[in-house]
Structures are given as structure tokens and as C-alpha cells.
């Protein structure tokens, strides 16, 4: 009987986190659309070597920038927000951080194609690993890379303001993330090198 009760409640807690799972935001039918390219990546001081005493040492300072193009394919002015996210990780975690944010407010005139530059700035972090005592110290961060979204900023029927109306991004699982309103809000967000507290 108590096996069977656990059984039941293991089902049900499946069942809520499946209801309640948070569903990738799907983009709504628009003459806009963006992409992007990767147009600079620069590596500053990068050193590796194994201490005397056991383990490994990694020091890593880079940056990117990437070169952005927005366009409207249909008959009429539009306007939307771009925002671009770096995203990163926490040095020698898997716990994703948004490194730099920055979002531009555009008048897409159709057949005119608007281009701007984003940057992450520069990405810093090191890895120390001891073999002996087991000791591993790290600081700073990881770049994994970028994603472009655009959303509608228009308020009058029929348009949506906020709706999704394109993403373009260096990898997909990226993609897939930014998609996710509600789990990008949450990401933590740095500012000069730390975590700011929410």
C-alpha cells in the first residue's frame, strides 16, 4: 500500500512539472526579421600550464563583436526592439549568466536594410586545479555566445506589443534559451566582472 502511494505521488508530481513547464515562445508572423554575424574575436592573454605540484592552470581574457542587420520585407514602416544577449557561463560551472545585454529601439523602413554592431566586452576568467588536496579555485567567466532577438513595438491592432518576431543566434541551444522568456529573466546578470544581486 505505501509502495503504491509513492507511486502515485511520483506520478503526480510528473504530471504537475510537465503542466507547468515553461514552453518555448514562438514567433509571430512578421515582415521583419534580423541576423547576424560574427565579425571580430579577440583573445587576450591566455595561459595554460600544469603547476610543479599536480593539477592544471587556465587564464582566459576574450571578446567578440558581431555585425547585426535588421530589414522589413513588407510595404509599411515598423517598429521593434532588437536586444542582443551574451551568454555565458560561471568559470568551471554549467550555471549560465547573461555577460552583457543591450537592446536598440528601430524604425525598420521597408527595403532598407539597418545595420549595427554589439560587443561583448571583454570576457575574464581563471581555473586552478590541485591535485594534491584536491583544490580547485576559479574566478570569473566563460563566453558560450550570442543571441539576437527582435520584438514588435508597435501598440495598435494589429500588432502585439512584445510579440516575438525573430531570433538569430551563434548556436542553437541558444536559440532555444532565449526562447524562453521567463528562464532568460531569471538568468543571473553581470555587471563589471560580478553577479548582481536581485
Known sequence: MKLRTLL?????????????????????????????QLAANKAGAEDKFRPIYGGSYAKTDKSRTIAVQAWNIGRTPAKARLTVYWIGKATGTTNRVVLAEQTHAL????????????????VKGSDLTVR??????????????WACVLRDDET???????????VKASDAHLEELVRLRETLAALPRVKDGKV???
Do not use: M, N, W
Open 196 to 198: 548582481l544581486k536581485k
Open 156 to 166: 495598435e491592432p494589429p500588432h502585439t506589443r512584445g510579440a516575438l518576431l525573430a
Open 132 to 145: 594534491t588536496g584536491r583544490y580547485r579555485q576559479t574566478t570569473g567567466f566563460t563566453l558560450d555566445g
Open 107 to 122: 524604425t525598420l523602413t521597408p527595403g532598407v536594410v539597418q545595420k549595427l554592431s554589439s560587443e561583448s566586452g571583454e
Open 8 to 36: 502515485l505521488d511520483a506520478l503526480c508530481a510528473i504530471a504537475f512539472s510537465t503542466l507547468h513547464a515553461e514552453s518555448p515562445e514562438r514567433t509571430a508572423p512578421s515582415s521583419l526579421t534580423v541576423d547576424a
